[in-house]
């Protein structure tokens, strides 16, 4: 019987429900041959009262010296924060101990140190909790997928903002209050605008381009964009218009290149993501020979998340040394689309504060004189004014936003137009003939 020594780095809500999977799971274990026993802790304040008993444990205060200790098999990361993990986490795999983190930050921001260390020294890096919990998304590009050739993978990886704009639709909320009730709830980070900048769903999308394309591109790199300009006019007109809006983490192949970003969607109500409400998330990618596959799951909790960081270990306590390391190496990296929205075309949807109903048909018809084709169109009144909301056919956003600076001096529109991106691989494979009534010709492109 093998006993695997566990350093665990932060004790908080996901460390704690890590050490009550243990105590769950301890007879599994032994069942196929091995036990993992937990010696070490590290934790920001040592003295603090946890849920869980710590009475058998070494807890201390410095994590760089537990990943140096000689006395752990396995080191843990869950303590969150950047360069004291990364440290942390590089000094073991430097000293040949594998590594779980679930610190999507550090993993994102320095991918790059943590891979060089595990393969100096053969160490294993396993990471699927820090990329949407408990979806297995990692271990199937890593295994099941190795030798396909992966065209688009995009999803929902953000919780929080999944629930802020899940509020806004179905309560009426405003942005500032429906973040109000995620922040009190506790689902936001201790900084919100990770979350409602997109930073969080860039730095989860940047570990999916790693084990999709097999390039590291750190989150920076991506056009990010956050949903704190939702608004609640949005919401009714994409309900309107059969739509529902979500922040939408993708990266695809387009003409040779990888282009990469994260902003808000309109997606239509009979795919699949528009159906992915409050904390869960889901993951779709694309291929030539398997067509779709789609993974749905909580993309958030205590014990979602600690039960993908119990998984990892458990692969290297039955021999799997390095089930994140890139493996199976396919293609030269592809370069990187920078600019994206400058370069790329989309169908848009266009919010418009107007005077009155009467000035729609003129709006639609400077647009079409601009060949920028109307597929849809909703009118709603509120009690902030009176909205016209519009989805076009494919064009390119650089041109779109000089239509825009246009399209505000028309009579009778009231503020600056603004728009939302519709995820332009949506139309393809949904209900063949309610999407040809809805889109028309555009389906065909």
Do not use: W
């Amino acid at each position: 019987m093998r006993t695997l020594k566990l350093g665990l780095l932060g004790c908080g809500v996901v460390g704690q429900g890590l050490v009550k999977l243990l105590k769950k799971h301890h007879d599994d274990f032994k069942r196929n041959g091995f036990d993992l026993k937990l010696t070490h802790v590290a934790v920001k304040h040592p003295q603090k009262a946890r849920e869980v008993d710590l009475s058998h444990v070494h807890v201390s205060a410095d994590p760089v010296a537990l990943a140096k200790t000689a006395d752990i098999d396995i080191l843990v990361e869950v303590m969150g924060g950047r360069e004291l993990a990364l440290e942390a986490g590089v000094a073991a795999l430097l000293r040949g101990i594998p590594v779980v983190s679930a610190n999507k930050a550090a993993l994102a921001r320095g991918l790059s140190r943590y891979i060089e260390a595990a393969k100096e020294k053969g160490a294993g890096l396993a990471f699927e909790s820090a990329c949407a919990a408990h979806i297995p998304i990692i271990e199937a590009l890593d295994r099941s997928l190795a030798c396909e050739e992966i065209s688009v993978i995009k999803g929902v990886v953000n919780g929080t903002t999944n629930y802020i704009l899940t509020l806004m639709e179905r309560a009426g909320l405003t942005f500032d209050a429906a973040l109000a009730d995620a922040t009190a709830k506790g689902f936001t980070e201790a900084d919100p605008s990770l979350d409602v900048d997109g930073i969080d769903a860039a730095e989860k999308l940047t570990l999916l381009v790693f084990k999709a394309f097999g390039q590291y591109v750190p989150p920076d790199q991506f056009h990010t964009e956050g949903i704190s300009r939702v608004t609640k006019a949005d919401m009714a007109l994409a309900q309107a218009l059969n739509h529902r809006i979500k922040l939408i983490a993708g990266a695809r192949v387009v003409d040779g290149k990888l282009n990469a970003s994260v902003h808000p969607a309109l997606i239509h109500k009979g795919e699949l993501l528009a159906d992915v409400d409050s904390e869960f998330n889901a993951i779709i990618i694309e291929g030539p020979a398997f067509k779709e596959l789609t993974f749905l799951g909580k993309g958030a909790g205590q014990l979602p998340t600690a039960s993908a960081v119990l998984n990892d270990v458990v692969k290297f306590a039955r021999g799997n040394p390095t089930p994140a390391l890139p493996g199976f190496v396919k293609a030269h990296p592809l370069p990187l689309a920078h600019a994206p929205t400058k370069h790329l075309a989309y169908c848009y949807f266009l919010r418009l504060k107007v005077l009155s109903n009467g000035i729609v048909d003129g709006v639609v018809s400077f647009l079409e004189t601009q060949n920028v084709k109307v597929l849809s169109r909703a009118f709603i009144s509120n009690g902030d004014g009176e909205y016209l909301g519009l989805i076009t056919d494919v064009v390119k956003e650089s041109r779109l936003n000089h239509l825009l600076n246009t399209l505000k001096r028309v009579d009778g529109v009231l503020e600056d137009p603004a728009f939302i991106r519709l995820d332009k691989d949506n139309y393809r494979d949904i209900v063949e003939l309610e999407q040809r009534a809805y889109f028309g010709s555009s389906l065909e492109r």
